[in-house]
């Protein structure tokens, strides 16, 4: 069966310092995808960014960055200068390729306050 | 694109009443999903559609609860004889078919509360 743990359920921040999200996963298939989601007070969930278990490559997008260790099972999430905007929370997901439809596995998530 | 829309927002219902969700997927998706979520919690899946067809279902969905997409667009879910631990967000997502298809577009949630 497949698990996504976020150990952390809440980080607080001040404006403008880093933060990491962990996110470790559990997977018996050799290929599968990886996602982050953002979760605003407004409820709906946003896509961040999609990983496919064959590209261990480290992404950076805007004050965004993902780490993926395949050899740990992890895949972290990192926001560089975090701002006020950045409080949400945030879910780490796994699915796997090839099953019907794209069934996801979310963690429980980390909820990021960001303060002023 | 107007994304995925889900009515209503909240409903607020009484132990043993029936209650009806509604979900709007982007309108090229084929593919649909239902999720929920408690407080606290990530979205826990309970069901998918491809086109009309229901081709996966969730333990979670008990016979209480029973999910259609009469014409491959809109898709309903129906719980009967509603409980306090169904409380919780429905969550409904819409994908297209082949790639980029992994990637779920979420609607902002249906917040279902059991007095």
């Known amino acids: 069966a497949q698990k996504v743990t976020q150990a952390q359920t809440e980080i607080s921040v001040v404006e403008k310092e880093d933060v990491t999200l962990d996110c470790v996963y559990e997977?018996?298939?050799?290929?599968?995808?990886l996602f982050w989601y953002k979760q605003p007070p407004s409820g709906e969930l946003v896509f961040l960014i999609r990983?496919?278990?064959?590209?261990?490559q480290n992404e950076i997008s805007g004050r965004y960055s993902w780490n993926f260790q395949k050899s740990t099972s992890s895949f972290n999430f990192t926001i560089t200068a975090s701002q006020v905007v950045d409080s949400a929370v945030y879910f780490c997901?796994?699915?796997?390729?090839?099953?019907?439809?794209?069934?996801?596995?979310f963690g429980g998530g980390t909820r990021v306050l960001v303060k002023p | 694109d107007t994304g995925v829309s889900q009515n209503p927002r909240h409903k607020i219902t009484k132990r043993g009443q029936n209650v009806t969700f509604r979900c709007d997927p982007i309108?090229?998706?084929?593919?649909l999903y239902w999720y929920r979520q408690t407080l606290g919690q990530g979205p826990e899946f309970l069901t998918y559609?491809?086109?009309?067809?229901?081709?996966?279902k969730s333990r979670l969905l008990s016979d209480r609860f029973s999910a259609e997409r009469p014409k491959g667009s809109f898709s309903t879910l129906e719980i009967q004889r509603t409980e306090q631990g169904d409380s919780a967000m429905y969550l409904c997502?819409?994908?297209?078919?082949?790639?980029?298809?992994?990637?779920?577009?979420f609607g902002s949630g249906t917040q279902l509360s059991v007095l």
């Open positions: 997502a819409s994908s297209p078919d082949g790639p980029g298809g992994e990637k779920l577009f």
């Open positions: 997977t018996r298939d050799t290929t599968y995808y």
């Open positions: 990983r496919n278990s064959f590209d261990e």
């Open positions: 997901a796994l699915s796997e390729a090839g099953a019907a439809g794209n069934k996801l596995t």
């Open positions: 309108s090229e998706h084929n593919r």
């Open positions: 559609f491809q086109n009309e067809a229901q081709l996966e």
